[in-house]
Each structure stands twice: as structure tokens, then as C-alpha cells.
């Protein structure tokens, strides 16, 4: 018990010194005290089991002894380099991390966000194809930052400022929630359970979306799209996913017209959806440029974008610099990460745990009328929970609250989303 923290007189600080728009989970917000592996501990002692990972960051658990050993080795001998001067620990992990991905993905760009990896992405884009129309989905989140918060399509993030120009949102193949879909369509151990609209051997809903891509291209200055960019399973929005082979044609279609093709890895990388280390590769493509953050330092602040070497030297023609993207204490802790990933099998154990997972969850769809969808793969879980199954309506936020309250209480955080707050992601 460590009750020297006084609560209370936090909680008035949190009100009264803390940006208000910093908003905390849960009716009496959690005081962390300590985290080891997959549990957190508030400051009365109490244990959690944390099956929302730190918000999808934590990928080889809070405080893992490898990764606080070598990023406490860095700390005592250099923090900072301001990139300016050479360290090894940047060329060592450039090395490591594009040794996991595909040609012609080899050159890294660190940053310290998933937003600002976002930003850098479209800039490379425009920069690279001299366009500017860059296309994105519905229920999509790519950052706050006022750049990539054009790509964010999820209203409780806007805010009635001019934002993104030159951001066109398109129509979600969502199968469970959008006009078209069946039970087969999507990439997921478990299928949903909406009767199926394809006739034997195609995939109507798929080809129902593409035609709306097309029109959202159309919107466009004729071939001249600057880029496309998706999460390979949409994380905030609910573990939302897209018909299977839905974007490899949209891939297609952007490089016909000129666009290069991003994936948002921030969510799905690092070995978070069981099958394969990046989301990207479940959907057979190789993008142009990938972001990264979030797993990508357990926790530690850093982020990265790859992409192929004409695209980054789009970005060469002049001066551009980040003071902190890249330091020594994160290119460590980032490779340690990949080094824990490796040695304990991680990726395998988001197949086989997530895969359990999603079949058990299953069964109670299949007895609980509020339980609308199960979806996802591997660590990367959505439930969407609704009025009913055959209205699909989303359950009403108060009682949504309710259910997120108590597995708080009965020691399982969880998080909430979706465009209506509707479902519960586990992402453990
Ligand atoms: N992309 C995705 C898919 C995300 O989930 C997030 C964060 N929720 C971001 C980008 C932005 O990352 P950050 O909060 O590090 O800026």
C-alpha cells in the first residue's frame, strides 16, 4: 500500500495546473503507482491486468528488464546528440528495424510521436509527387497534431478549427457496421455474424466499396493524388476491418493515379497482430511509406517512417531537422524491444493468445444480445457492443460506461471506442 500519495489533493492539481483537454478514463481516474509485465498497481496497492497495454504501447510488457537495462545503460553515459554529431545506437537500430521489412522499405526517420511520424509521412508524399490530395478513411485516427489531424476522421477529436486541406475522407468498408458485408469477408479467426451478400466466389461488399473509393477519387484533381493512408485494422475506431483484398485494389487504384501509399503502423506493428510482424502484410502489399510509434519503444517516446530511398530524399532537397527524434536512450530502448520481441516469441503468442481470445469472445457474442461484433487478429481485439443484434445500434454510452466501469473494478482495464463510443478494444 503506498499511501503516501495523497489523492485528492492530486486531483485538485490535475484541475487546476493540468490541460483540461488531457482528459482521464474512469468516474474516480486511476493513480499508478507501478507496472511490471502485463499488470499496472494503483497507489492503494491494487493490481490490474492491463488488456489495453498502456494504450496499445506497451508491446513486451510495463518495465521489461531488458528494455530498462539498456536504456539505463544509455542514460548514464549520453542522452543527447541532437542528431548533429554520429552515435552508433541510430545506425544500429535503422539497421535492425529495416532488416524486418520489405524492399525497398530501408530508410528510417526517427521521431517521438505517432503524429508527428503522420506529419512527416504526408509532407514526404506532397513533397515526393508534387500533389496534394491525400485520401483517408472514415473512423481513421493518425494524430492530433493540426497536420495529421486532417487524416483523424472521428468527430470527439475535431475541434471547429480549419484543418486539413487537401484531406479527403472516404467511405469505410467497414463489413459489421457499414451498408455492405457478410461473414466472410474479413481477415479474422472469427467471422461476423452478419448474413452474407456475396455470391459464391467474389466478394460483392468489396467491390461495392471500391466503387466507392473510385468516386472518392474522382473528387480528386484527376491524377494527381498525392498518397492514400490507412491503419491496416483500424485501432481507435474498433478494431475495424476491411474487406479481404479491399487494399490491395485501393493500393492499385492511388498508384494509377499517382499517389504513393502509407500505412499507419502505430497500432498494428510489431508483431500486435499475430500472423505477421506488420499489419500491412496481412492485406499482401508493400506501402510506400509505413509510420510507426507507440510499440515501437514500449513506452518510451519515439516513432518512425520508412519508406523507400527516392521518397526520403524528397526530403533532402533542403533542411529538415528534429532535435530529439532518434536520441541514444531511445534508438536502445527501440532495439531492445525488438530483441525481447524475437528471443521470447511475442509475435506467436499474439497468434495463439489473441486467437483464444477471440474464439472465447465469440461464444458470448453468440449468447449476449448486446455483443454485436467480435473482430480482429491476434492482440488487436474489438467488441462491439449494441442495443441489439438485428438493429445493430450502438448501445447507449451510459451503459457502455457501466460494463467498462466494472471490469475496472473487477481489476481488467479495457479501452473505449469507436465513433459512438461503442465498443471495447482489448489489446493486451
Ligand atoms: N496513428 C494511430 C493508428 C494511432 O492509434 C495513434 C494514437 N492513438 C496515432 C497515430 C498518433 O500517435 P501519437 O499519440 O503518438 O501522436
Known amino acids: 500500500k503506498y499511501e503516501s500519495y495523497p489523492y485528492e489533493h492530486l486531483l485538485k492539481i490535475r484541475k ?19 507496472g511490471h509485465m502485463q499488470w499496472l498497481f494503483d497507489y492503494e496497492g491494487r493490481r490490474y491486468l492491463d488488456l489495453f497495454a498502456g494504450i496499445v504501447t506497451v508491446s513486451v510488457g510495463h518495465c521489461h528488464p531488458k528494455v530498462t537495462a539498456a536504456a539505463q545503460k544509455q542514460l548514464d553515459r549520453l542522452w543527447h546528440t541532437t542528431n548533429i554529431y554520429m552515435h552508433p545506437s541510430i545506425q544500429e537500430y535503422a539497421e535492425k528495424l529495416t532488416a524486418l521489412l520489405p524492399d525497398p522499405l530501408k530508410v ?6 505517432g503524429s508527428e511520424a503522420n506529419d512527416l509521412a504526408m509532407f514526404m508524399a506532397r513533397l515526393y509527387t508534387r500533389n496534394f490530395d491525400l485520401i483517408c478513411f472514415r473512423g481513421g485516427y493518425h494524430g492530433a497534431s493540426p497536420y495529421a489531424l486532417g487524416l483523424t476522421s ?21 463489413v459489421f457496421r457499414g451498408p455492405w458485408g457478410g461473414s466472410h469477408c474479413r481477415d479474422s479467426p472469427v ?31 484527376p491524377k494527381k493524388i498525392a498518397g492514400f493512408i490507412a491503419e491496416p485494422i483500424q485501432g481507435v475506431n474498433g478494431a475495424v476491418q476491411y474487406p479481404k483484398g479491399f487494399l490491395k485494389k485501393a493500393f492499385q487504384l ?37 509510420t510507426m510509434a507507440k510499440g515501437i519503444g514500449n513506452g518510451f517516446p519515439m516513432a518512425a517512417v520508412v519508406t523507400k530511398p527516392e521518397i526520403a530524399n524528397s526530403l533532402a532537397q533542403n533542411l529538415h531537422f528534429n532535435t530529439f527524434g532518434g536520441n541514444p536512450v531511445a534508438c536502445v530502448a527501440g532495439s531492445a524491444v525488438l530483441d525481447v520481441i524475437a528471443e521470447a516469441g511475442l509475435q506467436k503468442n499474439s497468434e495463439e493468445v489473441g486467437t ?73
Not at 487546476?16 to 507501478?34: D, I
Not at 498508384?255 to 503502423?265: L, N, S
Open 16 to 34: 487546476q495546473n493540468v490541460s483540461p483537454s488531457l482528459v482521464t478514463y474512469y468516474k474516480k481516474p486511476l493513480l499508478l503507482h507501478q
Open 108 to 113: 528510417v526517420y526517427l521521431t517521438n510521436s
Open 154 to 174: 472521428i468527430g470527439s477529436y475535431k475541434h471547429g478549427v480549419a484543418n486539413g486541406f487537401g484531406c479527403q475522407t472516404t467511405m469505410l468498408p467497414d
Open 191 to 221: 467471422q461476423t455474424i452478419r448474413k452474407c451478400s456475396c455470391s459464391q466466389g467474389s466478394c460483392e461488399a468489396n467491390d461495392w466499396y471500391i466503387e466507392q473509393f473510385k468516386d472518392t477519387l474522382d473528387t480528386c484533381v
Open 254 to 290: 492511388v498508384h494509377e493515379r499517382g499517389g504513393v501509399c502509407i500505412a499507419d503502423e502505430v497500432q498494428t506493428g510489431f508483431g500486435r497482430t499475430g500472423s505477421h510482424f506488420w499489419g500491412f502484410q496481412t492485406h499482401d502489399i508493400v506501402p510506400d511509406i509505413v
Open 356 to 428: 483464444y481470445m477471440l474464439l472465447e469472445f465469440a461464444k458470448l457474442r453468440d449468447n449476449f444480445e448486446i455483443i454485436g461484433d467480435v473482430r480482429g487478429k491476434g492482440l488487436m481485439i474489438g467488441i462491439e457492443m449494441v442495443k441489439n443484434k438485428d438493429s445493430r445500434q450502438p448501445l447507449p454510452a451510459e451503459e457502455m460506461s457501466e460494463i467498462w466501469e466494472d471490469c475496472k473494478d473487477m481489476g481488467v482495464l479495457l479501452g473505449k471506442g469507436g465513433i459512438y463510443g461503442q465498443y471495447v478494444h482489448a489489446i493486451g
